[in-house]
T-cell receptor, first 114, second 115 residues
């Protein structure tokens, strides 16, 4: 079965510093990977996706993610963190085996300190 | 272009009761998915509807059922509510097609409390 793992419950970073939120995946076929962000009392918002092509994917709000097939990882990155980036981040994988579903990780809470 | 809306915002029910949650998809979207998000956890996939047919289901019992209507609005019905059903229920719509892996647009959710 497809799955994603976010090994860090929380990531702390100072404003202006680069940030990385980690995600590893397990799929039986081609990986279709997504990152979403959730702000307090709001639904999830799409950041970026990897379907095929370049391993470095650029998304919303200056975020990017690096797809690494050999390490089965899809880490979310941003060169310079903002306090407003503080939120809950979810990695997700599309699973098309036996029907269509999206599997989410448990989430990583990002705190950006001023 | 209107976003995904859900109603009600909050709901309190007692164990054993039935509940219906509603979602209005983003204009032009033909697919809707429902998720259960317990406190401190990631969204858990319940099921997906495409053109009014269920085409994917997660590990949820049959007392969780759904409908998608021709205007792409949808319902999530939960029978015989249990305390563990207390969660935020999220609806997400997307545009599906052959070979398309499009992102989902989420509604703000319905907070269900079962007492």
């Amino acid at each position: 079965a497809q799955s994603v793992a976010q090994p860090e419950d929380q990531v702390n970073v100072a404003e202006g510093n680069p940030l990385t939120v980690k995600c590893t995946y397990s799929v039986s076929g081609n990986p279709y990977l997504f990152w979403y962000v959730q702000y307090p009392n709001r639904g999830l918002q799409f950041l970026l996706k990897y379907i095929t092509g370049d391993n470095l994917v650029k998304g919303s709000y200056g975020f990017e993610a690096e797809f690494n097939k050999s390490q089965t990882s899809f880490h979310l990155k941003k060169p310079s963190a903002l306090v407003s980036d503080s939120a809950l981040y979810f990695c997700a994988v599309r699973d098309d085996t036996g029907g269509f579903k999206t599997i989410f990780g448990a989430g990583t809470r990002l705190f950006v300190k001023a | 272009e209107t976003g995904v809306t859900q109603s009600p915002t909050h709901l309190i029910k007692t164990r054993g009761q039935q509940v219906t949650l509603r979602c209005s998809s983003q204009s032009g979207h033909n697919t809707v998915s429902w998720y259960q998000q317990a406190l401190g956890q990631g969204p858990q996939f319940i099921f997906q509807y495409y053109r009014e047919e269920e085409n994917g289901r997660g590990n949820f019992p049959p007392r969780f059922s759904g409908l998608q209507f021709p205007n792409y609005s949808s319902e999530l019905n939960v029978n015989a509510l249990e305390l563990d059903d207390s969660a935020l229920y999220l609806c997400a719509s997307s545009l599906a097609g052959t070979g398309a892996y499009n992102e989902q647009f989420f509604g703000p959710g319905t907070r269900l409390t079962v007492l």
